[in-house]
């Protein structure tokens, strides 16, 4: 046997090695992706400050009412819990006089603080139970025009959305990072079987010794 055969076929070795695991990385990446999920939040409610908190496995939460430049925001604005945690909004002091209630028709939570208030440090408590299962939507009654909204999801049995909008029970959300890694591990394999066709085809001329 050549040296060329065994330079070639160790290479082949190498390759194949490397394809199998990127192979396995990919396979891992949409594993973890499939296990990401999200809400189907009311589109309303996605704007504000937009911040997003998964609480599932926590006693309680904190929501900041008047966040933002402009005090005009719940913060975080969209938040997931499980049945029977504490939820405590608590004002800043910014944006004027505000309070939390669900909007008409806006979910199975019935959140409402009463009469809007300004003072630092106020609060109002809510504790969730089964009757809240599902997606809740809020709002500040006196800044709902400015889009002072907000989403309050309970439960493991939520509608969850499908990245392009789509919703649908089963869905799953994909992070940014798994598509990426997806991604550049196709290229890195189409990039190693390139190379060993042409190690194979013309490794003779490329290492400088023609074969007999």
Not at 101 to 130: I, N, R
Request: with cysteine.
């Amino acid at each position: 046997m050549s040296s060329d055969d065994v330079s070639r076929r160790a290479f082949m070795r190498t390759a194949a090695g490397a394809t199998a695991a990127a192979g396995a990385a990919t396979a891992t990446a949409g594993t973890a992706a499939a296990q990401e999920v999200e809400p189907d939040w009311p589109s309303a409610a996605v704007g504000n400050v937009g911040s997003y908190t998964d609480a599932r496995g926590q006693d309680s939460v904190t929501i900041s009412v008047g966040a933002g430049d402009q005090g005009l925001a719940f913060d975080p604005t969209l938040v997931w819990v499980d049945e029977g945690t504490t939820i405590t909004w608590e004002w800043t002091g910014a944006g004027g006089s505000h309070n939390v209630k669900t909007v008409d028709g806006g979910g199975p939570a019935s959140l409402d603080s009463g009469d809007p208030v300004g003072e630092e440090g106020a609060t109002y408590e809510y504790e969730t139970s089964s009757e809240d299962a599902g997606i809740t939507h809020y709002h500040c009654v006196p800044h709902t025009a400015v889009g002072m909204h907000a989403g309050l999801a309970v439960g493991e049995d939520v509608a969850t959305v499908e990245v392009g909008g789509d919703s649908g029970s089963n869905a799953v959300f994909v992070p940014d990072a798994a598509r990426a890694l997806g991604i550049a591990t196709f290229i890195a394999m189409v990039s190693t079987l390139g190379l060993a066709f042409v190690f194979m085809k013309y490794g003779g001329t490329i290492t400088g010794r023609e074969q007999a």
